[in-house]
Each structure stands twice: as C-alpha cells, then as structure tokens.
C-alpha cells in the first residue's frame, strides 16, 4: 500500500508541527536500505516510524529494528503494518527522553532514519553525548541543514558544524527530490552518512566542548578575543599562544584550532571539563 492509501485508511491528518513528511513511496525508503549495506546481524535505531516505509525495508534486511514513534495515533496503522514481524520493535515515546544507555549490550549499532526537521540538532547531540558506541548514523536533512554540517568555514559555519565534524566523519550518501514527499516540503532533502571518530569522543566531553564552542560563536560578528574575553581574562595572550589573530572572526577558526583552544584552556584549568 502507498503511504497515501494508509493515511486515507486509517484517517490520519499529518501534523507540520512534528516534522511529519512522509516518503511518499518506498523507492528512496529502498535506496537508503541499499546503500546502507545492513547485514542480517545488525541492530538498527530509527527515529521517527511514521507510516513505517522505511522501517519496513529496514526489517527485510536486519535482524532487528527498534523504532521510536512520538505519535500515538499511528498506532493501529502500525500494529496492521507489523503484524506478525518479531524483528520490529515499536516504541511510541519522544526519542529525545529516552535513556540511550539500555541500548549499551547491542554489539553493531547502527541508527537509520528520515529523522523529523524540527529537532535535528537535539537528536544529533544526543546521539554524540548519550549514545553506547555505534557503528554509524544515516539520517535525512534538510538541504541547507546538510550543507550546514558539512561546512569548513564562513557563513553556513556553526557550533553543529564543528561538533559533528570533531566526532565523526560526514559523507553525502544522496540527494532526496521534496517530490518523494507527502506533504511537499518546501526544499529539498540530503542523506548524510556519519563515522564516529571514538578517538575525540574519549578524549574530548562532547557536551562540555560544545559549550564552550557556543562562547566562541556567541557574537557570530564580533571578533573571537571579543567573544571569549568574559571566559578569559588575558584573551591576547591565550589566543596568541595558539597562534591565532584575536581579530580573526569565530567562523574563519578551522576545526582543528577549536579544539587546540579547548584543550589549552582546560590545561591551564587543570580540569577535564570546565562549561
Ligand atoms: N519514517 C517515516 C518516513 O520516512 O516517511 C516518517 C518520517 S517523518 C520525517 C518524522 C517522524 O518523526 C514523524 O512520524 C513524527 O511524528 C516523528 N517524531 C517527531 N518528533 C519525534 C520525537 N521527539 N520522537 C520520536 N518521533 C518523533
């Protein structure tokens, strides 16, 4: 059944207010299967069951899927559309309260989904600073959400982009038409690939550096000696230490130098976190 005839039959109106674009027909939900390379042992997380489309290709490939969905008025849909599949497990809470560590015996984690828009940034702090170990994320952005967390430097630069970019490797797996959609969103959609990069993730808190990255971005015009003379008193000198201009602008600052900066400061704290 299309995802239209399932919401004609179950008379389900979609809520904007949910991120709620559901894939339209299972050819994207299939393609993401495919590139995704599942093996028959491995474990999937996905945020946001919807209609099910993508958790039903999922479970055709892995040995299981556990799938959040905040919704409960899909529920009988997807009680029919599961019937009788053991490896799907529907969990209808907010993934962004659930308690990630229960998931900490599952050997080869994985996370896939056509994640809901509106909570893209929470869901990927949550995964970097609560999740047990896991192999990779697939998730569908936004395009201009995407570009953000790609980005090296100047304008769609941010906080995320060097958060994502300090635990893990980012790559484009594809392009995604707003016409796959119901409703048609306004833009289009990416589907990115993230590699965990455990070295940072032990060394680094992730909550703790994103806080103070935020410091350094907290007048996004200002100067970087501007933005971090509340936090430290000799700026010029800290910063010239690092060999950094204290003119420069937080958004011509490479990844690497941020993380030099945090590490410096948390040396001359004598602490492992200090935000
Ligand atoms: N997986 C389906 C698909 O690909 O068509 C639906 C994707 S839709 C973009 C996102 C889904 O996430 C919606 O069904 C929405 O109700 C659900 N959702 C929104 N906020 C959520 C939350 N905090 N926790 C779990 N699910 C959520």
């Given at each position: 059944m299309k995802t239209s005839e399932w919401l004609k039959k179950y008379d389900i109106r979609l809520k904007k207010g949910l991120g709620q674009n559901f894939l339209s027909n299972?050819?994207?939900s299939h393609e993401i299967v495919k590139k995704s390379e599942i093996d028959e042992n491995d474990v999937i997380i996905e945020i946001g069951t919807g209609n099910g489309i993508l958790t039903e290709e999922i479970a055709k490939k892995a040995k299981k899927v556990i799938t959040f969905e905040i919704d409960e008025r899909l529920k009988p849909l997807l009680e029919e559309r599961f019937e009788g599949s053991k490896?799907?497990?529907i969990h209808f809470e907010d993934f962004l309260n659930t308690d990630l560590s229960k998931f900490k015996d599952i050997p080869k984690l994985k996370y896939i989904a056509n994640i809901p828009y509106y909570i893209s940034s929470k869901i990927l702090e949550k995964i970097f600073e609560e999740s047990p170990k896991f192999e990779y994320a697939i998730f569908m952005f936004q395009k201009e959400f995407g570009q953000r967390l790609m980005a090296k430097s100047k304008k769609s630069y941010s906080p995320l982009s060097i958060f994502v970019q300090t635990y893990c490797t980012v790559e484009r797996i594809m392009d995604v038409s707003k016409n796959n959609f119901i409703p048609i969103p306004k833009v289009d959609s990416v589907i990115l690939k993230f590699n965990p990069v455990y070295k940072y993730v032990e060394e680094i808190d992730p909550?703790?550096?994103?806080?103070?990255?935020?410091?350094?971005?907290s007048k996004r015009r200002k100067t970087i000696k501007n933005n971090l003379k509340e936090i430290i008193p000799d700026t010029e000198k800290?910063?010239?230490e690092v060999q950094i201009d204290p003119s420069s602008r937080p958004e011509d600052i490479p990844l690497e130098t941020y993380i030099q900066l945090y590490k410096k400061l948390l040396g001359r704290r004598g602490a492992k976190k200090g935000f």
């Amino acid at each position: 059944m299309k995802t239209s005839e399932w919401l004609k039959k179950y008379d389900i109106r979609l809520k904007k207010g949910l991120g709620q674009n559901f894939l339209s027909n299972s050819t994207v939900s299939h393609e993401i299967v495919k590139k995704s390379e599942i093996d028959e042992n491995d474990v999937i997380i996905e945020i946001g069951t919807g209609n099910g489309i993508l958790t039903e290709e999922i479970a055709k490939k892995a040995k299981k899927v556990i799938t959040f969905e905040i919704d409960e008025r899909l529920k009988p849909l997807l009680e029919e559309r599961f019937e009788g599949s053991k490896n799907v497990e529907i969990h209808f809470e907010d993934f962004l309260n659930t308690d990630l560590s229960k998931f900490k015996d599952i050997p080869k984690l994985k996370y896939i989904a056509n994640i809901p828009y509106y909570i893209s940034s929470k869901i990927l702090e949550k995964i970097f600073e609560e999740s047990p170990k896991f192999e990779y994320a697939i998730f569908m952005f936004q395009k201009e959400f995407g570009q953000r967390l790609m980005a090296k430097s100047k304008k769609s630069y941010s906080p995320l982009s060097i958060f994502v970019q300090t635990y893990c490797t980012v790559e484009r797996i594809m392009d995604v038409s707003k016409n796959n959609f119901i409703p048609i969103p306004k833009v289009d959609s990416v589907i990115l690939k993230f590699n965990p990069v455990y070295k940072y993730v032990e060394e680094i808190d992730p909550k703790d550096f994103m806080k103070f990255v935020h410091i350094c971005f907290s007048k996004r015009r200002k100067t970087i000696k501007n933005n971090l003379k509340e936090i430290i008193p000799d700026t010029e000198k800290y910063l010239t230490e690092v060999q950094i201009d204290p003119s420069s602008r937080p958004e011509d600052i490479p990844l690497e130098t941020y993380i030099q900066l945090y590490k410096k400061l948390l040396g001359r704290r004598g602490a492992k976190k200090g935000f």
